[in-house]
RNA sequence: CGGGGCGUGGCGCAGCUUGGUAGCGCGUAUCGUUCGGGACGAUAAGGUCGUGGGUUCAAAUCCCGCCGCCCCGACCA
């Protein structure tokens, strides 16, 4: 491909709201476009990147036994409605009307239609096990883009579907999805840490998300250097040791002026934060006001508070007039004495005596609060984040915290999906069974971006070989003025050209300085940059420079032919 | 949705406080000279100052509404 004739252009200045390298660098040098908030066109650079990490993705589906098909972007609302996700996604679900006034939905995803296709096609237990998977748009109405490409409203998926006959059948579906992934994202150039998950939306009984470590990532993961434990900070069950026995005090008001904090609260009193009990308070979907005591010295975690109260259309934070509705007083405020709310105790606080909590009342604290004694709680759970240090649920060596972003997960569905489409096959036993499936998905354009995160330097992109959407990077110096320069460079392009469509090579034919030349093909980022010029001939051949390790070589020119028809 | 910031040629920005001819760098076009690390000279093109309203003799500048984008918090590949 000729540079000239590419559809892009480079910017010499760093656009001024990329923040993420990723960002930063796909749009400088010309692989991708912003349309909107979180909606972006892949130029044709973005688009081969694209293909190719598709493509790795598609073969690994296929040695699973993956079969390709393709499922709508636009589905009758119906479908959603029969499984309940109609009503329980909010606003993040695109609704519409189509001209016969019929309601429609955008696809966020495709458990819906993969049911309804299992009910029309499968009809004995000889058609199954299956694994569906296909490349499809997504739009997701995100409350906020943000990080460039990493976290977009619409983006394609690869979302695979594991169809068995038992619960059997869907544990061996998903040990093969996690190898394909695991073959995946190495030949990607990712490292990922695979961590237990929550299964939010999606239901069913388990998940793991593939990670890649990145201090941008938005997901906070418990580790465990000592036995490998790994977690989503959302689900991570932290095995917190009793506090020290002390004689249960009676309840006592004492005055607290102006420590509607903790940590004023702490310092009024003169005791440390975790002596204290913090309420926090949220609404479900469905109208409830949950009240949360943690202990000072944690804070609540919204997924397991969430889970703890069977908010299947999660939680919000409360609104001042909502609490003191209740009874309750914000900056002083605990279930006691509150009336409406669904108190949920975190399990610590229910065992820590003689804590501090509010009164209720502006400027009051109780001192010497017992759960049961007090107040009851409605609830009893583990309900507070992970923390740096804390014991590992499995080993009991301190954890520690990284963040994360998630480039791919699996997940047990069940038969929630199926149940809704009646996709039901007969067995061997003659009677009607439900399919179960699993569902396993991995965002493109976010693992493109993760893949810039982790293979830049300060010049620009380094692709990794698998994923170049050019062999190799071909720079003319001094063509017009040499014959021979112009006449090799056009040669190789040539043989680059005959030896099939991902074996092309990005030829710098533009009238350029060598300079502005380099720098782009160090900022687009082929693997390997071919040097043409009259010095190179003199000393051989083609200079040939590994982008990654900068290391280079003057080669025949007969060598490099081969090279690029991938002798 | 809560909080903060920003919208001025393709990109990066200045001008706004104190209203009065719309500027700079880069890029782009043409010509010439250059040609192994973002070359040089000359000439030129290119802007509804996000948008609607208001104040004023006069608005990029002051006031109000709206839209868009970015960042920080609640959601997910």
Redesign the pocket.
């Known amino acids: 491909m000729r540079l000239s004739q590419l559809f892009f ?9 990329a ?2 390298a990723s ?1 930063r660098l796909l749009l ?1 040098a010309g692989y991708v476009r ?1 349309l ?4 972006y066109s892949l130029l044709p650079l973005g688009f081969r990147v694209n293909k190719r990490v598709e493509q790795v993705i598609r073969e690994e589906q296929d040695r699973i036994g993956g079969q390709e098909i393709e499922m709508p972007v636009v589905h009758p609302a119906d479908i959603w409605r029969a499984s309940g996700r109609y009503d329980a996604i909010g606003s ?1 679900l695109a609704r519409f009307k189509d001209r016969n006034g019929r309601d429609m939905v955008l696809a966020m ?1 495709h458990e819906e239609v993969v049911g309804l296709l299992l009910a029309d096609v499968v009809k004995s237990w000889r058609q199954l096990p299956v694994m569906l998977y296909h490349f499809q748009t ?1 739009w ?1 109405d ?7 490409l ?4 619409e ?1 394609v ?1 690869k979302d695979a579907y594991s169809c068995d006959r038992d619960q059997a059948g869907l544990d061996a579906s998903y040990e093969a999805q996690k190898g394909a992934y695991i073959r995946i994202f190495e030949r990607l150039g990712l490292e990922t840490v695979v961590v237990g ?2 299964v ?3 239901g069913g009984s388990l998940a793991h ?2 990670m890649v470590l990145n201090a ?1 990532g ?2 906070v993961l418990v580790l465990c250097e000592t036995c490998g434990y790994a977690a989503n900070r959302q689900i991570a069950r932290i095995p917190r040791p009793d506090p020290e026995p002390e004689e249960t005090l009676s309840r006592e008001e004492v005055a607290t002026p102006g420590t509607t904090t903790i940590a004023s609260l702490a310092a009024f009193l003169g005791i440390p934060e975790a002596k204290t009990a913090k309420a926090a308070f949220f609404v479900t979907g469905d109208g409830r006001l949950v009240t949360a005591i943690v202990r000072g010295d944690h804070e609540v975690n ?2 397991k508070l ?1 889970n703890a109260v069977g908010a299947s259309t ?4 409360a609104t001042v007039e909502e609490i003191k509705a209740a009874g309750m007083e914000p900056g002083y405020g605990s279930p006691i004495g509150a009336k409406g709310t669904v108190a949920v105790a975190d399990e610590l606080v229910a065992r820590s005596p003689n804590l501090v909590a509010g009164a209720n009342r502006e400027g009051f604290h109780f001192k010497n609060v017992n759960v049961g004694r007090d107040f009851t709680a409605d609830v009893t759970a583990e309900i507070t984040n992970a923390q740096e240090g804390d014991p590992c649920p499995t080993c009991g060596s301190p954890v520690i915290l990284r963040n994360g972003i ?4 699996i ?1 047990k569905l069940g038969t929630k999906f199926t149940d809704a489409a009646g996709a039901t096959y007969l067995g061997e036993d003659g009677r009607e069974h439900p399919i179960i499936m699993g569902s396993y ?3 493109i ?3 493109v971006a993760c893949i810039v995160e982790a293979h830049h330097d300060d ?1 620009g992109i380094v692709w990794p070989e698998e994923v170049a959407p050019y062999a190799a990077h071909l720079v003319a ?2 063509a ?2 040499d014959p021979q320069v112009n006449e090799v460079a056009e040669r190789l392009h040539e043989v680059a050209r005959g030896a099939g469509y991902w074996r092309d090579i990005l030829y710098d034919d533009r ?6 030349k ?6 687009l980022g082929m693997p390997w940059i071919l ?6 001939l003199a ?1 051989g051949g083609v ?1 040939v ?1 590994n982008r990654a390790t900068g290391e ?1 070589s003057t080669r025949p020119i007969e060598d490099v032919e081969a090279l690029i028809r991938g002798a």
């Open positions: 252009t480079s910017l010499r200045d760093d656009p001024g709201e923040e993420m960002h400088r912003q909107g908030s979180g909606i993040e995803t997504k997701r995100e409350p906020r883009a943000r990080g460039g990493i976290r977009v409203r983006f998926m998950a929550d939010g939306i999606m998300e593939f941008a938005e997901d919204e997924t969430s999660g939680i919000r934070p998630e480039v791919g997960n997940f998905g991995i965002g354009g976010r693992n010049k110096i001094g017009n003025k009238d350029e300085s060598p300079g502005v380099f720098t782009d093909a160090e900022l040097t043409v010029s009259p010095r190179s000393a200079e420079t280079r």
